[in-house]
């Protein structure tokens, strides 16, 4: 298993959002770095949840459930999507500032490429956050 982190702006589409709808298309991303993650992502793999933009911080936890497929608000066939599922919300969100002050996230795409939208996370790193959120 592999374990990924996902931006959203909560304006566009939230937590909330997926929550109420269960699964979602993860659609409409337009990075080739952030296509070449949608592509490495296999079904199973743990994803974090994070909103953007007021209040950056990562709030849940989803799974992915269905692999890459053609991004369906994409005119080029190039562009991918895969579905995820939402899972449980962390107790309190994780935001930011604190994922950046901790010395063990220091390498992580959010800190290091922060606008990138779908990045790679180790498994400690991951454990880190959902723990932070505890």
């Known amino acids: 298993m592999k374990y990924w982190l ?20 993860w659609t409409g991303v337009r990075n080739y770095a952030a296509r070449l993650h949608l592509n ?26 269905r692999e890459a497929f053609p991004d369906p608000t994409a005119q080029d066939d190039k562009w991918v999507a895969v579905e995820l599922e939402a899972g449980k919300s962390l107790g309190k969100p994780v935001p ?16 290091r ?14 454990e880190t956050i959902v723990k932070m959120g505890r």
């Open 96 to 111: 930011l500032q604190s994922i950046k002050a901790e010395k063990r996230l220091a390498d992580i795409g959010l800190v």
């Open 6 to 25: 996902v931006k959203s702006d909560p304006g566009e589409y939230g937590w909330e959002d997926l929550l109420k709808e269960r699964k979602t298309d």
């Open 40 to 65: 490495g992502m296999k079904k199973g793999d743990a994803v974090l949840f994070y909103h953007s933009n007021r209040e950056p911080a990562v709030i849940g936890e989803a799974k992915v459930t």
């Open 113 to 126: 490429i922060g606008r990138l939208s779908v990045m790679p996370l180790q498994k400690p790193e991951y």
